[in-house]
């Protein structure tokens, strides 16, 4: 069955084309580790960890590489706010990342790279846009002449009207203002001793060049999948392919993916709005890591999802339901092929997961399905939703009290009376000392109710 995903190039789902027969490769922009990041940007690590684990569930060998920014303007400044070197800043922050990495059970990449392992690489990059004449030489650094470059700006849908007007030092501007870009900024007083030596002159990379070069240097000229949060469409993915491809002349990436926004209370989260959530406030708020990855799951990945503490809690709820579930059932079971085909389906067709977690629950009411088959079908899907199913302890199953059996007796009698206002009312009884009937087809079965 093809994987079927959304291409921000050409704004289309199309079927997925490897490059290499059952393999993909795939480049995700990681955090930059400065701080630690918010609950939106895991919003898109976990969207990079679903688009790997789909892939892998559809039998694909995947290369994953994500990048930590351990230099860049906003590392450098706060390195100097706080008076410690870059590399004890940058070395804190991604710890504290790795280990929020594991609690929302987001796989580790199999190349996890930091950019100042890569500066060779960043330094023969640039080298090449200079031959190349891509890029030129100016007072502060080494700039990306944008007119040069073919379809500049096509993944955005620019629509530059005079591309060679101005440049920009700075890593991050608007879409309304597209300008020659820095690859390389020289050696700075504001820098300190954060440079390189580099033929062209010494000094240190700009953002969007590191991430080329580690891409590319891992991954080849030409990679299936790249993909990053809509925010990073312009200018960072936009200025990535333009340097990639005006070195190489080559295709940069195949396919783009990009997550949608997650916003607070209807707000963007902004530190100016002091509505920043960080994944230990919600710990503090008694939410945990993975009922947040379970309420990511249940939207699309590319809509905009607005957070509230009470729509993660109701996940928190229903993740707690299944899990009981699933720890009362036994082991044993086969997966059951008319759900996995189904499951296949939803998760092939732009990861789709809020279908696939809605058919979750449609297989939890089947009653024509035996508990332990149900068991196994779950477990295989939670290869791709990743909430850690496998590891949900046996649930002990509450005694049934005599007077809540006996109250059971007295419907069953009322059933075949067919008096069903009085069946109903025992069964109302029933619920509200904390059981619940299930008709099954071995009969009705009591249990506890959560
Ligand atoms: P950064 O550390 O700022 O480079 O961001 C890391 C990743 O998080 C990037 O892919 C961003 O696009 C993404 N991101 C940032 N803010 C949000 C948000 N509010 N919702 C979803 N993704 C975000
Ligand atoms: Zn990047």
């Not at 993975?290 to 729509?311: G, I, K, M, P």
């Amino acid at each position: 069955m093809d994987i079927h995903i959304f291409n921000t190039l050409t704004r289309q789902k199309e079927a997925f084309k490897p490059l290499k027969a059952g393999e993909m490769s795939m480049y995700q922009c990681g955090p930059t580790v400065y701080d630690t990041p918010h609950i939106g940007n895991y919003r898109t690590f976990v969207m990079d960890d679903v688009v790997r684990r789909v892939f892998e569930y559809n039998a694909y060998r995947v290369t994953q590489v994500m990048n930590a920014t351990d230099v860049d303007d906003k590392t450098i400044k706060r390195s100097k706010q706080e008076g410690v070197t870059l590399q004890a800043l940058t070395r804190k922050y991604e710890q504290m990342f790795l280990e929020e990495l594991e609690s929302l059970n987001i796989l580790l990449p199999h190349h996890f790279i930091r950019a100042t392992d890569y500066i060779q690489a960043m330094i023969d990059l640039v080298s090449a846009l200079l031959e190349k004449g891509a890029a030129y030489a100016a007072e502060d650094g080494i700039y990306l002449s944008i007119s040069k470059v073919k379809d500049y700006g096509a993944l955005a849908h620019l629509n530059i009207k005079d591309p060679s007007k101005e440049r920009v030092a700075n890593d991050e501007y608007d879409k309304e203002d597209p300008r020659d870009f820095a690859v390389w900024k020289f050696r700075s007083a504001e820098d300190g001793d954060v440079s390189w030596d580099a033929p062209f002159g010494a000094g240190r990379p700009g953002w969007h060049i590191e991430c080329s070069a580690m891409a590319m240097s891992v991954l080849g000229t030409t990679l299936d999948i790249h993909t990053g949060g809509t925010d990073l469409i312009f200018p960072h993915h936009t200025n990535e392919i333009a340097q990639s491809e005006a070195a190489t002349g080559k295709q940069f990436v195949r396919y783009w993916i990009h997550g949608g926004f997650m916003n607070v209370s209807d707000e963007k989260m902004a530190k100016s709005k002091g509505n920043f959530i960080k994944l230990g406030d919600m710990i503090e708020e008694s939410v945990s890591p993975l009922a947040y990855r379970y309420w990511l799951l249940t939207s699309h990945y590319r809509s905009q999802v607005n957070f509230t503490y009470e729509a993660v809690r109701s996940a928190q709820n229903a993740l707690i339901r299944l899990m009981k579930e699933i720890g009362r059932y036994p082991a044993g079971g086969a997966v059951i092929s008319a759900y996995k085909e189904r499951f296949n389906a939803y998760i092939n067709d732009d990861l789709n997961t809020p279908q696939a977690i809605a058919l979750v629950w449609e297989l939890l009411k089947d009653a024509a399905q035996s508990d332990a088959d149900k068991k196994a079908t779950l477990l295989d899907f939670d290869a791709v939703f990743g909430l850690k199913l496998a590891s949900v302890p046996p649930f002990e199953e509450e005694p049934v009290p005599p007077e809540v059996q006996a109250l059971a007796d007295a419907r069953e009698e009322a059933r075949k009376a067919k008096d069903w206002t009085q069946a109903d009312a025992l069964r109302k009884e029933i619920e509200e000392r904390g059981f619940e009937l299930n008709d099954t087809p071995d009969g009705v079965k009591i249990r506890g109710r959560f």
